[in-house]
């Protein structure tokens, strides 16, 4: 499940780092998931409930004996609703109370109670970590009860001890919540994504380019890899980072892509490309800046193709060839176009985009597309750029699983 349509419940503890939640909470809220906050009494020692109810908009959890909120026996319904449960801070005291199966606060009456998976971001002194008790504690809640757990990190901490204690970074934290949540149907699966445009150069400071942000290939990295797939990401120019844990190959040019590719497609399962490749390069790069004063008022630039790399990949195919998925970036007749990319370039699949569309397409954090293969058109509705490369990747498991139990090759 992505986090956009996941119900989490952030579970605060009395630390120094409850302040951090305020950073996870919203974070998971731009994420598109649901969220909702239990505090412990001494998490509101150091940060108000008020943060939280701002931050989520809904009320937040704070008494196990409040009238108001058991009327409905209020903490199973939350434990009940949730996907998933992340306890940040979890302090020593938090966790030795989980440990020893206690249920007499908002947090750990919760987390006893819910039945989805529990999130640990163990945060506190880095003596009260390193105690044998804690870590006995830590252990029998990842080997008995299943917990996942994230962090600490190692650093400087509010106690002026240096060492594991930090509580993980929010991103990491939402990260980790995406990857318990994805399931794990890309595990043992190789996947190459190539994304973002490419750059081709006219002198040394100016190239033909195009507005190809990086993000949908991006997105489709991301998700590829909370899905358990090795993912190998080729990435031409963008301003975007690229996902923590994917390897990354930076290129920039159409050769430059070609050869990544060529060398990372090697035993691949599938590969994504999601690239705008330039069609076209400059047929000589000057050495030395064009000087405006000398090209007078009109100024031309010889172009020469560049290779499909993509259609080279689908017609040069043999044996056990990776499922290919390219993507057809169009303004008119989007499905008739695809339908002709999808056949002269050899793919299993074309991802069809309207790039005329308001909101979807080229920069944009949405886009909208229509999945073509040999047998059907899928519309896949409007969404962020994240929801739709999980619907592209549902599309590439369900071909990859039919493959694995058909005998017969996918192409000739
Ligand atoms: O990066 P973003 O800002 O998030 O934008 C996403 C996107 C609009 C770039 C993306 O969704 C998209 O549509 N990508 C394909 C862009 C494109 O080059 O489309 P095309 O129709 O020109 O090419 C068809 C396919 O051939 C593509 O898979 C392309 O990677 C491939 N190709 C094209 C030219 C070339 N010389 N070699 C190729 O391999």
Redesign the pocket.
């Known amino acids: 499940m992505p986090l956009a349509r996941a119900k989490i419940v952030v579970a605060v503890g009395g630390g120094i780092a409850a302040y951090k939640a305020a950073e996870l909470v919203r974070l998971l809220d731009k994420a598109g998931a649901h969220v909702e906050v239990a505090m412990t009494s001494r998490a509101q020692k150091f940060i108000g409930p008020m943060t939280f109810q701002a931050l989520t908009r809904r009320p937040v959890f704070t008494d196990l004996f409040s009238l108001a909120d058991e009327g409905q026996i209020g903490h199973i319904q939350l434990a009940d609703r949730a996907d998933l449960v992340i306890v940040a801070p979890a302090t020593a005291n938090v966790i030795a109370r989980l440990a020893a199966g206690m249920a007499d606060d908002a947090v750990s009456a919760i987390v006893l109670a819910t039945r989805a998976p529990v999130l640990l971001a163990p945060s506190m002194n880095v003596n009260m970590w390193n105690h044998p008790v804690t870590q006995q504690n830590i252990r029998r809640l990842a080997d008995v009860a299943g917990y996942r757990v994230v962090g600490p990190g190692d650093g400087f901490l509010a106690c002026r001890w240096t060492g594991p204690g930090r509580l993980a970074e929010p991103a990491d934290i939402v990260e980790a919540a995406a990857h318990l949540l994805s399931p794990q149907d890309l595990a043992g699966k190789k996947l190459v994504v190539?994304?973002?445009p490419t750059y081709e150069a006219i002198d040394p400071v100016r190239f033909v380019g195009n507005?190809?942000?990086?993000?949908?290939?991006i997105a489709l990295a991301a998700a590829a890899q909370r899905r358990g797939a090795d993912v190998t990401l080729v990435l031409g120019p963008s301003a975007v980072p690229p996902p923590v844990g994917v390897q990354t190959r930076n290129v920039e040019t159409?050769a430059q892509l070609q050869w990544a590719l060529g060398d990372a497609v090697k035993g691949a399962d599938a590969v994504i490309?999601?690239?705008?490749?330039?069609?076209y390069r400059p047929a000589k790069e000057a050495k030395e800046k064009l000087k405006r004063g000398e090209l007078g008022s009109k100024m031309s630039v010889a172009l020469v193709a560049?290779?499909?790399?993509?259609?080279e990949l689908g017609t040069k195919r043999k044996g056990k060839s990776p499922l290919l998925v390219?993507?057809?970036?169009?303004t008119e007749d989007v499905i008739a176009n695809a339908r002709k990319?999808l056949s002269a370039?050899k793919c299993d699949l074309i991802v069809a985009?309207d790039?005329g569309e308001p909101n979807a397409?080229?920069?944009v954090d949405t886009?909208h597309v229509q999945l073509v293969d040999q047998n059907e058109v899928v519309d896949v509705p409007p969404a962020s750029?994240s929801e739709v490369a999980h619907r592209i990747l549902d599309k590439v498991v369900a071909m990859l699983t039919a493959d694995s139990t058909s005998r017969k090759p996918r192409r000739k």
């Open positions: 190539s994304a973002g507005r190809s942000s990086g993000k949908m290939g159409a490309m999601t690239a705008a490749v330039a069609d560049n290779p499909d790399v993509l259609a390219g993507f057809a970036a169009e990319k370039k985009n790039v397409g080229f920069s886009n750029k």
